[in-house]
Antibody
Framework: QVQLVESGGGVVQPGGSLRLSCAASGFTFSHYGMFWVRQAPGKGLEWVAAIWYHGNNIYYEDSVKGRFTISRDNPKNTMYLQMSSLRAEDTAVYYC????????????????WGQGTLVTVSS | IQMTQSPSSLSASVGDRVTFTCRASQSIDSYLNWYQQKPGKAPKLLIYDASSLQTGVPSRFSGSGSGTDFTLTISGLQPEDFATYYCQQSYSTPWYTFGQGTKLESK
C-alpha cells in the first residue's frame, strides 16, 4: 500500500535552515506529482510547494518562494523540502502528499498523505 | 482563488444528515475536493472533482456542485465522522487553496 514517511522536523532558530524528507513506498514514485502542505498549530491547511512527476515543473506558495526548495530523487523514492531563512510563521506540521493521478499534467488532488513532521521556529 | 467554508463549526447527532458548504471566489468548474481531518492525524481525501467518491470512503459521503458553490453531505452521521472537513480547489493549478475548515462536533 502507499506509504509516505516524513522526517527531518525539529526546533530551529529564526533565520536557520532545515531539510525535510518524504520517503515513498508502495507505488512507482517517478510517476506521480508530489506536494508539501503545512498546518500551523490550531490552523487550517496551506499548500507550500509542488513538483511534477518528471521534476521539470516546480511551484511555490508566495510566502516561501526564494526561501524553500522542493526537489525529488526518483531512484531513491524520496522528495525533499530544503527550508532556509526560517521565520516564526513557518512553524507548522509539514505533510507530504501524493497526487491522485499518474503522469498528471495538472496535478492537484492530494490522495495520499504522510503522518507529518513538526517544524518549530523559535529562539 | 479564495475558498470560504460555512459554517465554521457544526453540532450534530449520530444518525443526522449533515451538509457542509464551500464557496469559491470565482468559478472553478468541478475542480473541488473534500478532506476529513481528525485531531493529530493527516487529512484524508473523501471526494474529488466535486462529486467522485474516493475509493474506500463510505457511501454516506456525497458531494455536489459546480462553478462557485459546493456541498458535502453526510447521510446518517456515524460516531467516527466527527472531525474537521476542508474543501480545496484544484482549478488554479498549482496555486491550490483550501477553505478554512468546518469542525463537526457532537451535539
Amino acid at each position: 500500500q502507499v506509504q509516505l514517511v516524513e522526517s527531518g522536523g525539529g526546533v530551529v532558530q529564526p533565520g536557520g535552515s532545515l531539510r525535510l524528507s518524504c520517503a515513498a513506498s508502495g507505488f512507482t514514485f517517478s510517476h506521480y506529482g508530489m506536494f508539501w502542505v503545512r498546518q500551523a498549530p490550531g490552523k487550517g491547511l496551506e499548500w507550500v510547494a509542488a513538483i511534477w512527476y518528471h521534476g521539470n515543473n516546480i511551484y511555490y506558495e508566495d510566502s516561501v518562494k526564494g526561501r524553500f526548495t522542493i526537489s525529488r530523487d526518483n531512484p531513491k523514492n524520496t522528495m525533499y523540502l530544503q527550508m532556509s531563512s526560517l521565520r516564526a510563521e513557518d512553524t507548522a506540521v509539514y505533510y507530504c502528499a501524493r497526487d491522485r493521478v499518474a503522469y498528471g499534467d495538472s496535478p492537484g488532488i492530494f490522495e495520499n498523505w504522510g503522518q507529518g513532521t513538526l517544524v518549530t521556529v523559535s529562539s | 482563488i479564495q475558498m470560504t467554508q460555512s459554517p465554521s463549526s457544526l453540532s450534530a447527532s449520530v444518525g443526522d444528515r449533515v451538509t457542509f458548504t464551500c464557496r469559491a471566489s470565482q468559478s472553478i468548474d468541478s475542480y473541488l475536493n473534500w478532506y476529513q481531518q481528525k485531531p493529530g492525524k493527516a487529512p484524508k481525501l473523501l471526494i474529488y472533482d466535486a462529486s467522485s467518491l474516493q475509493t474506500g470512503v463510505p457511501s454516506r459521503f456525497s458531494g455536489s456542485g459546480s462553478g462557485t458553490d459546493f456541498t458535502l453531505t453526510i447521510s446518517g452521521l456515524q460516531p467516527e465522522d466527527f472531525a474537521t472537513y476542508y474543501c480545496q480547489q484544484s482549478y488554479s493549478t498549482p496555486w491550490y487553496t483550501f477553505g478554512q475548515g468546518t469542525k463537526l462536533e457532537s451535539k
